[in-house]
């Protein structure tokens, strides 16, 4: 083998990988990646042209691979565990190796991008090194060269299985692989056939050799021709599918159907544990050292937005909805989407604990700090719908860590009567008291707008509301919890007595009977900041709602009364509160008449609005319309091969001159020979051509048409008629013994198209 074309084989085939691992830039997003990719390119092209030159087998290619992948892949795949950033470590080979059957199943459960996070790069290392060698020494050692582009498609599909549902310019770097690839095979085809065609010069005395390397150049214009048509038909169904046909809804990736390795169900809701806060030594107690806070700035603990009549809870395991879903953040969350102002904070934690670690804002990137921030990173979960964080394993005193931010742009307060419910989707509250369904009918009668109703209902409560947690010696009695029968209680006692739990919670299921998508976010606020420093006690724990808005997304807002007097001769007797209420059952049981009632309309509830059959129906109709949009994609240029052929069929048997059709229709019996495989001299006879397919019938048509060619009388219509008869019969004939896929290759073949005849059938 020649060094030049292994050289050419290789430059083509780097192109080719390198537009194929474009669809795991928006995994990693990294220079890391691009380092990777050409390196892995650089040794599995080294391993493939020392296989070829120095003939080595199958088996010691894997050994190459496999000490390749040792000596560089912790360098390429796990920098940070490489010593110098060259040099493999004990550790680093050890998250290598184990990378190899663990960091598939890691990179679906992590958000993107992951950059150089631990050894998620071991994938895309394993592919393109692998795919390389594969790939390229099919190329330089087969016969069949158009099967190394199998491990480019592989790389290619894995990126999109691996990556986000948001692809990258997927459109034009199809359209550029498809392009590559076409190019690719039309070149192996052309040099396959200068190939037979050498080798048959070379023990043909006599033939003209340059007449055979015009004929070439025909075929070389032919196959590029066909295939720029191909291509430009297989690009104009792509982006008019795209462009006409868009998709309803987000495009489905694997990581959409891997279960997350943390479920915030599996933990108490963070809003029962509310009154322990405000407990003695607690509430004097520092919890959390907050520097770059302004005056007053919320620090968000988690945001809950599925009620089920006894708590508020974060996610569903009734309801599929994304606030349950949390994944780790190896870099950072791309916010720029987020009209807000970007903040930095420094954290450190004092007496809080807890699976739920406080942040502000939409988060961007987070650093621990000390000598656990590896161990916090790898533990570190974070949901960014609802902008909640968790560290599995819990968070304790002396854990500092920074976090960059965006605060959402908020409305005024004169813009708040003029907002509308937003298009979230939240969980459904279930088992809502009646009694606060009646009390927010008193707050909204005869006020218009839906941001105006949700305003008087938060002034009514924030009028009518006492604080009281129930904890100190002259304090009134105010039970804990937040569920059914407290909400009852709460609204209907002679004293609206309760603390930020009860009226945040009260809120939000106000809010949603408004039609607003609506949540309840648990976190600390203080007013007072010395110096840039925020120290948060117990005391300064609180809870507000979101809720979501066309103009501004979520939108915080306080329900809570301003602390204040409680008037003596109307509080309750402690006996009469503390009385031990009914408990509910449980959402899944038989349902509460109330929630027969109608629901305002909004985008949270999921109102039964067409027969399931209906929706079945439906369902099943789009996925067969996009089923059959794919295959007629795929199927488009084998689709035009066969029109190119029947119109090239009816042009010949449409032919006035009976001895020009009865040419005409050998010609077509001979391309039909040639598509099947027989593969004839170029310059062979009719009565050779019937020789080497082996037919007595076809050696009967060749004297046939023979004879009308260099008979001195013209043939006539009826013997053309019998001609073309009798080729479509030995046509058929062709396909006889031939398995279904050996005739799907013959009609879709395109070597009668390319040379073998000219447009104008031949005198001869």
């Known amino acids: 083998m ?374 916090l990173r790898d533990s570190f979960f974070f949901n960014d719908t609802t902008g909640t964080a968790a560290v599995v394993g819990d968070i304790g005193r002396g854990v500092s860590y920074r976090l960059t931010a965006v605060d959402p742009r908020q409305p005024s307060t004169g813009d708040l009567e003029g907002l509308t419910p937003g298009s979230s989707s939240v969980p459904s509250p279930t088992n809502v008291p009646q009694a606060l369904k009646t009390r927010l009918q008193s707050y909204v009668d005869g006020v218009s707008g839906q941001g105006a109703r949700l305003q008087a209902a938060l002034k009514g409560l924030r009028s009518d509301g006492y604080v009281s947690h129930g904890v100190g010696a002259d304090e009134p009695v105010s039970r804990s919890g937040h569920g059914t029968d407290r909400l009852t209680q709460l609204f209907t006692d002679p004293i609206m007595l309760g603390d930020a739990e009860q009226y945040a919670a009260a809120a939000a299921l106000m809010a949603d009977q408004l039609g607003f998508p609506a949540r309840v976010v648990l976190g600390f606020s203080s007013t007072e900041s010395t110096g840039g420093t925020t120290t948060f006690t117990g005391g300064d724990i609180t809870a507000r709602i979101e809720v979501d808005t066309a103009q501004y997304g979520w939108v915080s807002l306080d329900p809570n009364p301003e602390p204040r007097t409680i008037p003596k001769d109307t509080q309750t007797d402690p006996d009469q509160v503390s009385r031990p209420q009914s408990v509910i059952q449980p959402p899944q049981q038989e349902a509460d008449p109330q929630n027969n009632q109608a629901q305002p309309q909004s985008k949270q509830d999921n109102p039964a609005d067409q027969p399931a059959w209906v929706a079945i129906l439906l369902l099943v109709g789009r996925i067969a319309g996009w089923v059959a949009l794919g295959a007629g994609i795929v199927m488009a240029p084998f689709l035009t091969i066969v029109a190119l052929k029947a119109r090239r069929r009816a042009r010949r048997r449409r032919l006035r001159d009976p001895a020009q059709r009865m040419t005409s229709g050998w010609q077509e019996y001979q391309d039909a020979v040639v598509d099947h495989g027989i593969e004839p001299v170029p310059t062979a006879t009719r009565s050779e051509v019937a020789t080497t397919v082996g037919s007595s019938r076809a050696g009967v048509l060749a004297r046939v048409v023979d004879r009308s060619v260099f008979a001195p009388e013209p043939a006539g219509k009826s013997e053309a008629d019998r001609v073309w008869k009798a080729v479509g019969e030995m046509r058929g004939g062709l396909d006889d013994n031939l398995t279904r896929w050996q005739r799907f290759a013959a009609a879709v073949s395109t070597r009668s198209l390319r040379g073998y005849h000219s447009r104008k059938p031949s005198k001869r």
């Open 2 to 375: 020649r060094v030049g074309f292994a050289l050419a084989q290789t430059g083509a085939f780097f192109v080719i990988v390198a537009v194929a691992s474009s669809t795991f830039w928006p995994v990693y997003r990294d220079g890391a990646f691009v380092v990777l990719v050409a390196a892995a390119f650089a040794l599995g092209a080294a391993i493939a042209l020392a296989g070829t030159f120095l003939r080595l087998s199958s088996f010691w290619l894997l050994v190459l691979v496999v000490i390749a992948f040792a000596l560089f892949g912790v360098a390429l795949a796990v920098p940070n565990q490489a010593i110098y950033g060259v040099l493999p470590s004990l550790e680093g080979l050890r998250e290598l190796v184990v990378g190899v059957s663990t960091s598939w199943k890691q990179l679906l459960t992590i958000t993107l991008p992951v950059g150089s996070y631990q050894a998620l790069l071991v994938p895309a290392l394993v592919l393109v090194l692998v795919g390389t060698t594969v790939g390229l020494s099919t190329a330089l050692r087969s016969r069949r060269g158009e099967l190394a582009l199998i491990p480019p498609v592989v790389i290619y599909i894995a990126g999109i299985v691996f990556g986000p549902t948001e692809a990258l310019l997927p459109l034009v770097t199809g359209l550029v692989l498809l392009a590559a690839s076409i190019i690719w095979v039309v070149w192996w085809r052309l040099r396959r056939r200068r190939q037979s065609i050498e080798r048959l010069l070379r023990i043909t005395p006599g033939a003209n050799v340059s007449s055979q390397r015009t004929g070439n150049s025909a075929v070389a214009r032919r196959a590029i021709g066909g295939a720029v048509l191909t291509l430009a038909i297989a690009s104009a169904a792509a982006v008019a599918a795209t462009t006409t046909l868009a998709p309803a809804g987000a495009r489905w990736v694997a990581r959409d159907a891997v279960v997350k390795p943390f479920d915030p169900r599996d933990y108490v809701s963070p809003l029962s544990g509310f009154r322990s806060y405000e407990q003695t030594p607690t509430v004097d107690r520092p919890q959390l050292t907050v520097t770059g806070l302004t005056s007053g700035q919320f620090l968000r603990i988690a945001a809950l937005d599925t009620y089920d009549g006894v708590e508020y809870s974060v996610g569903s395991d009734q309801v599929s909805t994304a606030s349950g879903t949390f994944t780790r953040v190896p870099t950072s969350f791309d916010q720029s989407k987020v009209s807000g102002t970007q903040q930095s904070i420094d954290v450190t934690v004092d007496g809080y604990s807890g699976v739920w670690l406080p942040t502000v804002g939409k988060l961007e990137s987070i650093d621990f700090s000390g000598s656990d921030a590896g161990t």
